[in-house]
């Protein structure tokens, strides 16, 4: 019989839709018990805006970072239950406290409101309009330093996420941004596309953020994982609780290392890939870093069974 090794991951801020997680939490218990505990630990009702919106609310950093961590473990429960098992976990920036809620590294209820305040505390970190975010396509990674470099004039601007041969996504102040936008294209780059994003994430202006979130970290019960959490920071999976801690909070500054994330978890021998959670960023990233992967997207009961399908009878436990 074939066997499969799989690995879940995650998705982070963008992949947020008004509904989501609505459906499943309508069919399956373990989903509706999810979004309760949600509620309960956040004090509003987080699952209220997930389902039905507004969509201006959801999109708002310190609900929208809560609410995509909810629906991935509302997902990442209903497969438990349906016994898929990864054998190794990854989450794109906030996507790595649901990475750590699945591997049993985090208390789902402290990881949520630990969202909630990351959320804040990065939107706060920076006044509005003053920060920005481009993607840069097609264009080699060191060639984008390259002109994060040239293109800053004393103030900052630097690569936030290195998601794929073909994309880096950069951050830093807007004009700097701006300019390093602009350069890229002129050196080549097949596009470069400024982000409708309210904060400059993972990068170096977010160091009060990074300090604030330190404390609250610092604050609630890390456990070992039960199974290794590939960090954002470096690509290298964490399987203690200090370690783990350490990588959630320097990810506050640092890049998202995704590209590195998955060719790590490639050699490491996973030939499955389920992202767990809001739409199909990370599946799409995966088609650009290695095409001859299989990688399944649940997010509703239509991609769940499609999922399982898939899967059974052949996936393995981990170990």
């Known amino acids: 019989m074939l066997m499969h090794t799989i690995a879940f991951l995650f998705p982070g801020q963008g992949s947020q839709s008004v509904g989501m997680g609505r459906e499943l939490a309508a069919m399956y218990p373990v989903a509706e018990q999810t979004f309760e505990e949600a509620d309960s630990a956040l004090g509003y009702t987080i699952s209220k805006l997930c389902f039905e919106g507004p969509e201006q609310k959801l999109k708002l950093t310190e609900i929208t970072q809560p609410a995509i961590l909810t629906v991935s473990v509302a997902v990442f429960r209903v497969l438990r239950e349906k016994g898929i098992a990864p054998a190794y976990v990854a989450g794109h920036s ?65 690569p936030a996420n290195n998601n794929s041969p073909e994309q880096v996504v950069i951050s830093g102040h807007a004009a ?32 009060p ?39 959630l909070i320097r990810q506050a500054t640092g890049a998202v290392q995704w590209e590195r994330s998955m060719a790590r978890l490639i050699s490491l021998g996973i030939d499955v890939f389920v992202e767990a ?35 059974e009878p052949r996936h393995t436990e981990p170990g």
């Open 94 to 158: 906030v996507g790595e406290y649901a990475a750590h809620v699945a591997a049993g590294t985090l208390e789902f209820s402290d990881a949520v409101r630990v969202a909630r305040n990351r959320g804040r505390y990065m939107q706060e970190a920076v006044p509005l309009g003053q920060g920005a975010m481009a993607a840069i396509l097609g264009m080699a990674p060191g060639d984008v330093r390259s002109v994060c470099l040239d293109a800053a004039q004393e103030e900052i601007v630097e």
């Open 176 to 207: 700097a941004v701006q300019r390093a936008a602009e350069l890229a294209k002129e050196r080549g780059a097949k596009k470069a596309v400024m982000l409708q994003v309210s904060a400059p994430f993972h990068c170096s202006l977010l160091k």
């Open 209 to 247: 953020a990074q300090d604030r979130l330190e404390q609250d970290l610092n604050a609630i019960e890390f456990y070992d994982p039960e199974v290794p959490v590939i960090a954002n920071i470096d690509g290298e999976p964490r399987t203690n609780a200090a370690e783990a801690r350490d990588a």
């Open 277 to 311: 959670g809001p739409g199909k960023v990370l599946c799409g990233l995966m088609r650009q870093i290695d095409r001859s992967k299989l990688c399944l997207s649940v997010q509703d009961e239509a991609s769940l069974q499609k999922t399982m399908n898939e899967l």
